[in-house]
């Protein structure tokens, strides 16, 4: 990995740029980051060493480009098609670009870029609802091969999903805000993107805690060195096909405090057995609907990524089913936001045999009641 900087200084445009870290570097050494200069390293990708070989090599892979900038900023239009040229002198390399400014971008590629370069990612960051909303729509009708989504700072709620749906997003990294002044990024935005990606099958990033961490209401303060560290040792991280989620550590919760929890949520208690699924176990026996249970559980939730995730349960048709949506056991989402199990994973066989004990549980509580 390279980083390639042909020029510094930019504009704070939305809010992710509040705690903006160029603007907080210059500041500490009394410079202006307002003020855009091109850079000694402007022509970092011709560069060559004594030996006539390339300071940037293949073995450097991937090259972050304008990292202390934006590359489609206003005061680098005159700079910019240089870059360009540079970029397609350069194919053996793979060049990541990160904008705030994808309104920008027609305006400001070569006239060959044509569908778009091979060797280019651009990423777009998306630090909330409203700026997603106005940027991804954009970064989707635009000719571009390699696209990313970058959530950081992560100021909010974010749901992507259906703009994850269209396929044409390779990946997405999301973490929170470092420095004096960060923002708090909640867990629960986090898992809620991680679970976006997985049924959209993309890989997703959780790439930093940030500085003010809440997880589970609870706010940590967590010094600088340990955010990057504490958000890969979390596996909250995801790879299709990898089974990395089974490094997440979690405690199945106990049944009685479940059952009080679903007794709070207005939703969940609206479902009950009807006097004709009473008589359907009746005449079947528990051990007949403890195996369709079984079943359901093996065939429609244990996969890493179910087929239909979010809507594989039908909401009639087997008592069941009715079971699954009173104890929230409908869908992975619903399992990781009740029960802890994590989206992502294959179910193993001792959660499986927990699910199928919490819906017998509830079913055998609706047959006792009259
Ligand atoms: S666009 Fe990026 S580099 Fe520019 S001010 Fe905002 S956060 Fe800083
Ligand atoms: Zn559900």
Redesign the pocket.
């Known amino acids: 990995m390279a980083i390639w900087n042909p020029w510094h200084g930019?504009?704070?445009?939305?809010p992710?740029?509040l705690n903006?870290?160029?603007?907080r570097r210059d500041e500490s050494i009394g410079k202006d980051a307002s003020i855009v200069t091109k850079t000694g390293d402007f022509t970092l990708p011709r560069k060559k060493n004594r030996q006539g070989q390339f300071k940037l090599t293949v073995e450097d892979g991937e090259v972050f480009t304008c990292m202390?900038?934006?590359f489609f900023?206003e005061d680098a239009d005159a700079w910019r098609q240089e870059c360009w040229d540079m970029i397609r002198e350069r194919q053996d390399l793979h060049f990541h670009i990160i904008t705030?400014?994808i309104d920008r971008f027609a305006k400001c590629i070569p006239p060959d870029w044509g569908e778009g370069w091979e060797h280019v990612t651009i990423c777009i960051?998306c630090e909330n609802q409203d700026r997603a909303d106005y940027r991804l729509p954009i970064f989707l009708s635009l000719p571009i091969l390699h696209r990313k989504i970058i959530s950081e700072p992560m100021l909010g709620e974010l749901n992507i999903e259906k703009y994850l749906a269209t396929g044409l997003i390779e990946q997405v990294i999301c973490g929170g805000e470092s420095g004096d002044k960060a923002r708090p990024c909640d867990f629960r935005w986090i898992q809620e993107v991680r679970r976006q990606c997985i049924r959209c099958g993309i890989p997703f990033v959780f790439k930093q805690t940030g500085a003010v961490f809440v997880k589970d209401g609870k706010v940590y303060h967590i010094e600088r060195k340990l955010q990057m560290a504490q958000a890969k040792k979390s596996g909250y991280s995801y790879v299709p096909g990898t089974g990395s989620a089974d490094a997440i550590r979690y405690h199945l919760p106990e049944r009685s405090e479940l059952f009080t929890r679903l007794g709070q949520s207005d939703f969940r208690s609206r479902f009950h057995l009807s006097e004709k699924e009473k008589a359907y176990i009746a005449e079947k026996g528990m051990e007949t609907i403890r195996s369709h249970a079984q079943d359901f559980v093996a065939k429609r939730l244990s996969a890493e990524n179910p087929a239909n995730d979010g809507k594989q349960t039908p909401m009639k048709g087997h008592p069941v089913f009715l079971a699954q949506h009173a104890t929230a056991c409908c869908c992975r989402g619903c399992l990781e936001k009740w029960h802890r199990i994590p989206a992502g994973k294959v179910l193993r066989p001792e959660e499986q045999i927990y699910i199928v004990d919490v819906l017998m549980d509830w079913i055998r509580k609706e047959c006792d009641a009259n």
Do not use: I
């Open positions: 930019c504009h704070k445009l939305s992710g740029c903006c870290y160029v603007y202390t900038s934006d900023l705030k400014r960051t």
